[in-house]
């Protein structure tokens, strides 16, 4: 599931927002795997299911959703993946995607992960905002005793004092004790949760160093929520990095400490 030089990579807006968004999205993924020989795999919720308030968007539901995703794998060929919050949505997400990611919040929900697990879909476990790198070994247990063809940790901060994060680079190696495949979530650590009135907020200026500090700790992949206009973002909008912006970033991930 990696590409040539090992690097699995993850992009797509954060939540699914229109038809013609995925297409943008995915039209400049194809291009980018064309000119680099990458293999990005292509990520959009169809339900932002833990946002902070009751008024945000949370995208178009499960049905509508995976049904766009499914045309996006159609038109594009790119491989797919996406999040769930509840044990049922586990199989019909299965049927669509490669890849099914649990949200960090819930990666102690056992029922979440041995759903997901059945599948026999690879399942990527985003590290809790509270757990250690350490820690992580037992989600990842649970997933494979329970049947995943493969089980990958994904870093993305703890919390730090309230509305804050802080990313410990340190958990990388650790988790790499635990599986073969640690990705750098290189957005969502920018995030300060909550830090808005009612909404999260965050700096996208310090995605790269994000994922090129990540890289000199032994991250083995990558992933990047964006958009072609962020600031207009359904969610996050103030952590996803500028579509255009990806691939000279790829490009330097690739070449720099290689």
């Not at 790198?133 to 494979?144: I, L, N, Q, S, T």
Request: include cysteine; aromatic fraction near 8%; charged fraction near 25%.
């Amino acid at each position: 599931m990696t590409i040539d030089n090992k690097k699995t990579l993850i992009a797509g807006p954060c939540v699914i927002e229109s038809e013609e968004l995925l297409d943008i999205v995915a039209s400049e993924l194809v291009g980018i795997n064309r000119r680099l020989g990458t293999d990005i795999i292509f990520k959009a919720s169809f339900d932002k299911a833990n946002r902070t308030s009751l008024h945000s968007f949370r995208g178009p539901g499960i049905d509508k959703g995976l049904q766009m995703l499914s045309d996006i794998k159609s038109k594009y060929g790119l491989r797919l993946t996406t999040d769930i919050h509840e044990s049922w949505q586990a199989k019909p997400v299965g049927e669509v995607v490669d890849v099914i990611q649990i949200p960090a919040f819930l990666c102690r929900q056992t029922d979440l992960l041995v759903e997901a697990a059945k599948t026999g879909k690879v399942v990527n476990i985003k590290k809790a905002q509270f757990l250690s790198g350490k820690d992580m070994r037992y989600p990842y247990e649970k997933a494979m005793e329970s049947g995943a063809s493969e089980v990958w940790l994904t870093e993305r901060g703890n919390s730090f004092g309230y509305n804050n994060l802080v990313v410990d680079f340190r958990n990388i190696p650790d988790m790499r004790e635990i599986t073969s495949t640690v990705i750098m979530d290189c957005t969502h650590s920018v995030q300060r949760p909550s830090a808005g009135e009612g909404k999260t907020v965050g700096d996208r200026r310090f995605v790269p160093s994000m994922a090129l500090a990540a890289k000199a700790f032994g991250a083995t992949g990558f992933f990047f929520e964006v958009h072609p206009d962020p600031d207009k973002g359904l969610s996050d909008a103030a952590n996803m990095l500028e579509l255009n912006k990806l691939e000279p970033l790829i490009k330097k991930l690739i070449n720099d400490f290689d």
